[in-house]
């Protein structure tokens, strides 16, 4: 990959939720490239089935829960520290709240926007700082096509990932003159996790209902990772404070 301008080889790149869905499959993507990840989640257990998973070698686990938002700057400090400067983020860690308004309590929207939008406040707080980022910079926010269009009780997820790309751009600006480019990947519908949960609680009529909203059909989560490691290579380099649109055409209706 040495002449390709995807190659990641020597990069250290810290991905959240690494333990299953989207952040299993950038991870793999990412180390496929030639990265080094850190894999960050909260069970111990499937994060070393993740790291036996990827290809090539410098890998780590780091188990974290990232709704403790005020330790983040001070942990990514110690990781720094203990696997070297970091020169790449991706924010994959997530929680889906699909509620109607008249059952939402202050607790749903209180732990979504602590995951969601918090911890990737802290998250890139503690990249920027000096000892943990290593230069050639890039931070991804996993945001979701819920935070540019409408779906009935999405109304919590969709604030949260609409924050995201609103934050993402402000960040962006802030943190150029580092060296370090902020964006968001925006992917409609996946064959991972958060699609099995939804079809759990949807008859075969309404999941396929869902479905046809996706002219090209449902993505798989290698379509997201494709477009997470564009965006952390040098193919990303003149690419800032914008939200990559990965639907299967969602959002063109």
């Known amino acids: ?4 301008p995807m190659d990641l080889t020597g990069r250290r790149i810290l991905v959240s939720g690494a333990s299953s869905g989207l952040g299993k499959e ?3 993507f990412v180390a496929s490239l030639g990265g080094k990840l850190i894999l960050v989640a909260r069970d111990a257990s ?7 998973y990827l290809p090539g070698g410098g890998h780590s ?3 974290f829960d990232l709704y403790n938002t005020d330790q983040i700057v001070g942990w990514m400090k110690s990781l720094a520290i203990k696997h070297g ?3 790449g983020l991706v924010h994959c860690a997530g929680i889906l709240k699909n509620k109607p308004l008249r059952f939402q309590e202050a607790g749903d929207w209180e732990s979504a926007m602590k995951l969601n939008v918090n911890a990737a406040a802290a998250l890139t707080k503690g990249f920027r700082q000096k000892g943990v980022y290593g230069g050639a910079g890039s931070i991804v926010f996993m945001a979701s096509v819920m935070g540019i269009s409408g779906q009935p009780g999405q109304s919590i997820y969709s604030a949260t990932k609409g924050a995201l790309i609103a934050m993402a751009r402000s960040l962006a600006l802030e943190l150029a003159r580092e060296g370090i480019r902020v964006n968001c990947v925006a992917p409609a519908l996946v064959q991972a996790g958060m699609s099995e949960e939804i079809r759990k609680n949807l008859s075969e009529e309404q999941f396929a209902r869902i479905v046809e909203q996706h002219p090209l059909g449902l993505g798989r989560p290698e379509d997201v990772a ?6 952390l290579a040098d193919t990303g380099r003149w690419i800032t404070g914008t939200t990559l649109v990965v639907d299967g055409g969602y959002t063109a209706q």
Do not use: K, Y
């Not at 990959?1 to 390709?4: E, Q």
């Open 226 to 231: 494709n477009a997470v490691g564009f965006l």
């Open 85 to 87: 400067p970091l020169n």
């Open 26 to 28: 950038i991870a793999h």
């Open 61 to 63: 686990v780091e188990c």
């Open 1 to 4: 990959m040495t002449n390709s």
């Open 46 to 52: 499937r994060l070393d089935l993740v790291l036996n």
